[in-house]
């Protein structure tokens, strides 16, 4: 691997992990927990519903499963975009959108021991908050409004090593390490407004939380061969869960209807910090189990199932916010007309599509948010194995389950993968 190529490498993954959180849409049911979490699925991944425990590919970088790295024969480096659009609407008929974008991950994968052990590493993000929830309700007998809002930003990143091997034929082992790291601010605002009232000055109460910690991923995979080009894979993971500690500080801030601080003569009058401690959030742990069946270059069609236990969330209070179990199902398929053809450019494309179905942990009313997503893509061949991934998702969240809320969103993914022999020692006659 030249300098040249560490060198990109090693900064474009120092610069994303000050930009990966600029990504998230708003949606108001990220403000319970952690906000939403994601599930590891690269570009490709993404065109499949999310599709990827159980099938892997050479061609691509297999994240969903450690497993699955032992496929990866030849060095992959990708590198993810997305462009997020949200639109909500409320019973009362109140509607809206927002956009949302920006670097998804950066990956690296590469052979340790070609066909036999493989690693990978990069940066990606691991939960977003983004929300904001507000009432102004007029005080009765008076002509004032009682103000409130409600607002939460940020999320965490993680930066993670794996690596995956081959015990015997067909069958693998993978392991994942992840450091956790990033910043949520949660914030309250009260106030009043309206005649009689002398100033519109407002009290914002604010939880900043800076998170730390390690997270495991085991994962194994088997695949049985019916024929030299058919086969069925099984794949699974297991993601530990455990403690993650937050460097908390809660501030008081007297702010202005822009929610800025109130400087009198030049000099904050606020701003007083409260507490500042080391809390510990639990997170739970997880499962997710895959099947495939694959026809080499031609066609892969699987279904996927994650299962968390949100039930065992505890953020610092010691509560899981009213958090329940999660369950997402994904099935996908991705098909090539032909991989050999030297006449049509669009018969050596990929073509993608899935369908997922999740049971959020988020609750509202008393009732467990769903959310249902349509996905497809494309996958664009360039030189020397590299491919240009293309995606999309349109999903409904909370759809006919009469809430205050319900939200559509729209996704674009684009991954660009390089694929090379970096690290293979050449040899010359």
Same mark, same amino acid.
């Given at each position: 691997?030249?300098?040249?190529?560490?060198?990109?490498?090693?900064?474009?993954?120092?610069?994303?992990?000050?930009?990966?959180?600029?990504?998230?849409?708003?949606?108001?049911?990220?403000?319970?927990?952690?906000?939403?979490?994601? %599930?590891?699925?690269?570009?490709?991944?993404?065109?499949?519903?999310?599709?990827?425990?159980?099938?892997?590919?050479?061609?691509?970088? /297999?994240?969903?499963?450690?497993?699955?790295?032992?496929?990866?024969?030849?060095?992959?480096?990708?590198?993810?975009?997305?462009?997020?659009?949200?639109?909500?609407?409320?019973?009362?008929?109140?509607?809206?959108? /927002?956009?949302?974008?920006?670097?998804?991950?950066?990956?690296?994968?590469?052979?340790?021991?070609?066909?036999?052990?493989?690693?990978?590493?990069?940066?990606?993000?691991?939960?977003?908050?983004?929300?904001?929830?507000?009432?102004?309700?007029?005080?009765?007998?008076?002509?004032?409004?009682?103000?409130?809002?409600?607002?939460?930003?940020?999320?965490?990143?993680?930066?993670?090593?794996?690596?995956?091997?081959?015990?015997?034929?067909? %069958?693998?082992?993978?392991?994942?390490?992840?450091?956790?790291?990033?910043?949520?601010?949660?914030?309250?605002?009260?106030?009043?407004?309206?005649?009689?009232?002398?100033?519109?000055?407002?009290?914002?109460?604010?939880?900043?939380?800076?998170?730390?910690?390690?997270?495991?991923?085991?994962?194994?995979?088997?695949?049985?061969?019916?024929?030299?080009?058919?086969?069925?894979?099984?794949?699974?993971?297991?993601?530990?869960?455990?403690?993650?500690?937050?460097?908390?500080?809660?501030?008081?801030?007297?702010?202005?209807?822009?929610?800025?601080?109130?400087?009198?003569?030049?000099?904050?009058?606020?701003?007083?910090?409260?507490?500042?401690?080391?809390?510990?959030?639990?997170?739970?742990?997880?499962?997710?189990?895959?099947?495939?069946?694959?026809?080499?270059?031609?066609?892969?069609?699987?279904?996927?199932?994650?299962?968390?236990?949100?039930?065992?969330?505890?953020?610092?209070?010691?509560?899981?916010?009213?958090?329940?179990?999660?369950?997402?199902?994904?099935?996908?398929?991705?098909?090539?007309?032909?991989?050999?053809?030297?006449?049509?450019?669009?018969?050596?494309?990929?073509?993608?599509?899935?369908?997922?179905?999740?049971?959020?942990?988020?609750?509202?009313?008393?009732?467990?948010?769903?959310?249902?997503?349509?996905?497809?893509?494309?996958?664009?061949?360039?030189?020397?194995?590299?491919?240009? /991934?293309?995606?999309?998702?349109?999903?409904?969240?909370?759809?006919?389950?009469?809430?205050?809320?319900?939200?559509?969103?729209?996704?674009?993914?684009?991954?660009?993968?390089?694929?090379?022999?970096? %690290?293979?020692?050449?040899?010359?006659?």
């Amino acid at each position: 691997m030249s300098l040249g190529k560490f060198t990109l490498i090693s900064t474009l993954l120092i610069l994303s992990s000050y930009v990966l959180l600029a990504q998230s849409g708003r949606s108001a049911y990220s403000l319970q927990g952690i906000g939403d979490v994601n %599930f590891g699925a690269l570009s490709h991944n993404e065109a499949m519903g999310g599709l990827g425990i159980s099938n892997g590919s050479p061609f691509f970088i /297999n994240n969903m499963n450690p497993a699955l790295l032992t496929l990866n024969t030849r060095t992959i480096f990708d590198i993810g975009i997305n462009i997020t659009n949200t639109r909500f609407s409320t019973r009362l008929g109140e509607s809206g959108d /927002n956009w949302g974008g920006g670097l998804n991950y950066i990956a690296l994968a590469f052979p340790v021991v070609n066909g036999k052990l493989a690693t990978s590493f990069g940066i990606a993000p691991y939960s977003q908050m983004n929300y904001l929830n507000t009432s102004n309700t007029p005080i009765e007998g008076t002509s004032t409004n009682a103000v409130f809002e409600s607002s939460g930003f940020g999320g965490i990143t993680e930066a993670y090593w794996a690596t995956g091997g081959r015990l015997f034929n067909g %069958f693998n082992l993978g392991v994942r390490f992840s450091y956790l790291f990033g910043t949520i601010d949660r914030t309250i605002t009260t106030g009043l407004t309206g005649q009689g009232v002398s100033s519109d000055f407002r009290t914002s109460f604010i939880d900043r939380y800076s998170f730390s910690g390690i997270e495991t991923k085991l994962g194994a995979n088997y695949t049985y061969r019916l024929s030299d080009e058919k086969r069925f894979n099984l794949g699974a993971t297991y993601t530990l869960g455990g403690d993650i500690d937050a460097n908390t500080i809660s501030i008081v801030d007297r702010v202005d209807q822009l929610g800025r601080s109130v400087r009198v003569g030049g000099s904050l009058v606020s701003d007083t910090t409260v507490n500042r401690e080391v809390r510990q959030f639990v997170l739970p742990q997880k499962l997710a189990f895959g099947l495939s069946y694959q026809k080499v270059n031609k066609v892969t069609v699987g279904a996927d199932l994650h299962l968390q236990n949100w039930a065992d969330f505890r953020n610092p209070a010691g509560t899981n916010e009213g958090l329940r179990n999660s369950m997402r199902a994904v099935v996908g398929v991705e098909w090539i007309p032909d991989i050999t053809s030297v006449s049509s450019y669009f018969k050596r494309s990929l073509y993608r599509f899935g369908l997922y179905y999740e049971e959020t942990p988020f609750v509202s009313e008393n009732l467990q948010i769903s959310d249902f997503g349509i996905n497809f893509g494309v996958g664009l061949p360039l030189a020397n194995l590299s491919t240009i /991934n293309l995606g999309a998702r349109y999903g409904f969240r909370a759809l006919n389950q009469n809430l205050e809320v319900s939200e559509q969103h729209f996704n674009i993914y684009m991954g660009f993968s390089f694929s090379d022999r970096w %690290f293979i020692q050449r040899k010359y006659d």
